[in-house]
T-cell receptor
Framework: AQSVTQLGSHVSVSEGALVLLRCNYS??????LFWYVQYPNQGLQLLLK??????LVKGINGFEAEFKKSETSFHLTKPSAHMSDAAEYFC????????????????FGQGTILTVHP | EPEVTQTPSHQVTQMGQEVILRCVPI?????FYWYRQILGQKVEFLVS????????KSEIFDDQFSVERPDGSNFTLKIRSTKLEDSAMYFC???????????FGDGTRLSIL
């Protein structure tokens, strides 16, 4: 069974400050990891993904995340927050290819609401 | 950029009534999914669909739920006899292959009265 824990349901930063959203996962097979963002009244938009290879992955809007197997973490960062980054962010995990037959079911964390102050 | 589209955006239904939520996945995608998000809770997987059959389903997806791809473009979720606890945002998603990133629609907010 897989699970995802996002530490902090709300994170507040000042514009220009570092954004750090934490995600820890549990998986019995090598995972694929994703970050999605949800703006009000919209669906989930993919920010970035880790499948295999380079553990530091870059996504859209200046976000990046690092897969740390030893820490079972996939924290999301952005060096300088912008007002437009205010949204809810979801970390998700699915079975990797080595997990055998997998149809891509995503298991989500509970979400972190990011607020950006001027 | 191709999008997943869901209709309606908001559905209000009396308890016990049947409801059908509709989705048009991205045209070259082969894997289809339904998720739901009860207000204040996490997004939960309901079902995945590939090659015209259910490939995986969660405990939530009981006999009251069914999915169908009635033609080459639509993907529907039917709830046979709605309950108050079915009130949630329902998201449809699609991907080219299993474990490829899933593209989500904007959701249908289902309100059961």
């Amino acid at each position: 069974a897989q699970s995802v824990t996002q530490l902090g349901s709300h994170v507040s930063v000042s514009e220009g400050a570092l954004v750090l959203l934490r995600c820890n996962y549990s998986s019995s097979v090598p995972p694929y990891l994703f970050w999605y963002v949800q703006y009000p009244n919209q669906g989930l938009q993919l920010l970035l993904k880790y499948t295999t290879g380079a553990t530091l992955v870059k996504g859209i809007n200046g976000f990046e995340a690092e897969f740390k197997k030893s820490e079972t973490s996939f924290h999301l960062t952005k060096p300088s927050a912008h007002m437009s980054d205010a949204a809810e962010y979801f970390c998700a995990v699915s079975d990797g290819e080595s997990g055998g037959t997998s149809y891509g079911k995503l298991t989500f964390g509970q979400g972190t609401i990011l607020t950006v102050h001027p | 950029e191709p999008e997943v589209t869901q209709t309606p955006s908001h559905q209000v239904t009396q308890m016990g009534q049947e409801v059908i939520l509709r989705c048009v996945p991205i045209s070259n995608h082969l894997y289809f999914y339904w998720y739901r998000q009860i207000l204040g809770q996490k997004v939960e997987f309901l079902v995945s669909f590939y090659n015209n059959e259910i490939s995986e389903k969660s405990e939530i997806f009981d006999d009251q739920f069914s999915v169908e791809r009635p033609d080459g473009s639509n993907f529907t979720l039917k709830i046979r006899s709605t309950k108050l606890e079915d009130s949630a945002m329902y998201f449809c998603a699609s991907s080219e292959r299993g474990n490829q990133p899933q593209h989500f629609g904007d959701g249908t907010r289902l309100s059961i009265l």
